[in-house]
């Protein structure tokens, strides 16, 4: 048989249901390829993700004895077969992504892997893994793997303990994602109880996806996001229904999702959505006008913030070597101390003599002190004798 397969929501992410799709296919010594509107095919799968709101369905040509239509983009009836469901991914579908595993631990393909030997990063699409009751041994897996894991899914922080958290700090985590998508539940405590647990600090990889247009105010989305990030977490704004969002929330959430802008600009109401309209600053306007515009004048701020990282690491590095610099003018008085003490032990000196010889001994160590030379004349005058 010929199998075409159609990714309708793209290329850019994996779909890991045709990548099991293909490797059941080709385990049967059937050809697969990618759809091509120019050839027939016994059997095409078109799977979708999406609804209208983020992917249009695909319209272009299809020449195939049969068409099988799944995926959440058109509906939940449509499900994989059973031998389908725990078949290992073909990778070989997406080769941009060959170094990254993707899938679920908790069903399907006991290996998320799937292919020869470990990844060098899983990515996870799973939804509930600490609601498992197997997820001890699952956070295990991923943690002697050795890879480095991205939790793309909400993790429920409603269910973090702190075994649990304990044992994802063994875990080489790129990125944690978690949910707060319903503005009623309040999860403050949950997520201050995380940060405190947590090895991850960096508050870039601590996403948390914000849930809008979805039955909540504009005021608690602003509290939800405002109140992530003051507790260090990274929110990231999700539209159900885009076509159907006020004007205000998609405002938000550009503000929120472009990273730059939201640590730049801190409060959402000095954020000016028609900024890159913006052009230099007109004659005779205000100087509060143009402060707020050189808010946005994001790229020679970025190069001010490097130069300023520069510095303070040239800072640190100095710092560095003149600690060390002292470490070695202690261990070269001491060691100096150490050969008065032995050039001295015997002889007849008074204190002011001693003060001399140990500013010549370490000054210019030019001439040698009147006792010295008294002792050396001794010793001659006792020779001659």
Aim: aromatic letters at 10%.
């Amino acid at each position: 048989m010929r199998i075409g397969l159609i990714d309708v929501d793209g290329h850019r992410w994996p779909n890991l249901c045709l990548m099991k799709l293909s490797a059941y296919h080709k385990n049967r010594g059937d050809t697969v390829e990618w759809h091509r509107e120019s050839r027939r095919y016994d059997l095409v799968y078109m799977s979708r993700v999406f609804t209208d709101s983020y992917s249009k369905d695909f319209t272009g040509i299809i020449h195939a004895d049969r068409i099988v239509r799944g995926g959440t983009g058109y509906g939940l009836d449509n499900r994989l077969p059973e031998e389908v469901e725990h078949t290992c991914p073909d990778y070989a579908l997406y080769p941009q992504f060959a170094d990254t595993a993707y899938g679920f631990l908790s069903r399907g393909c006991p290996r998320v892997w799937g292919f020869g030997g470990l990844p060098k990063d899983i990515t996870l699409l799973e939804e509930y893994l600490l609601a498992c009751p197997d997820w001890e041994r699952l956070l295990a897996q991923l943690a002697d793997s050795g890879a480095t894991v991205d939790f793309t899914q909400g993790l429920d922080v409603r269910l973090m303990t702190p075994k649990k958290a304990a044992m994802l700090n063994r875990v080489r985590t790129k990125m944690l994602h978690f949910a707060w998508d319903n503005p009623e539940d309040d999860l403050t405590p949950y997520f201050k109880q995380f940060a405190q647990m947590t090895a991850v600090k960096d508050c870039r990889k601590r996403r948390v996806y914000v849930l809008t247009n979805y039955g909540s105010s504009h005021e608690q989305d602003l509290y939800r996001i405002y109140t992530l990030r003051d507790m260090g977490y990274d929110p990231y704004v999700m539209i159900y229904e885009k076509a159907t969002a006020p004007p205000i929330t998609r405002q938000l959430q550009r503000w929120v999702n472009n990273k730059r802008l939201f640590w730049a600009i801190g409060d959402f109401n000095d954020y000016d959505p028609d900024w890159r309209k913006q052009g230099a600053p007109a004659a005779g306007s205000s100087g509060k006008e143009n402060r707020k515009r050189r808010i946005y004048d994001l790229n020679s701020s970025n190069k001010l913030q490097k130069v300023l990282t520069e510095i303070s690491r040239t800072k640190e590095k100095i710092a560095v070597q003149q600690t060390r610099l002292r470490e070695l003018e202690q261990q070269k008085t001491e060691l100096e101390n150490v050969e008065i003490v032995g050039m001295v032990r015997g002889l007849s000196v008074a204190p002011e003599e001693l003060a001399a010889f140990i500013k010549a001994f370490r000054g210019s160590k030019a001439g040698a002190p009147v006792f010295m030379e008294r002792e050396e004349n001794d010793g001659l005058e006792q020779k001659t004798e």
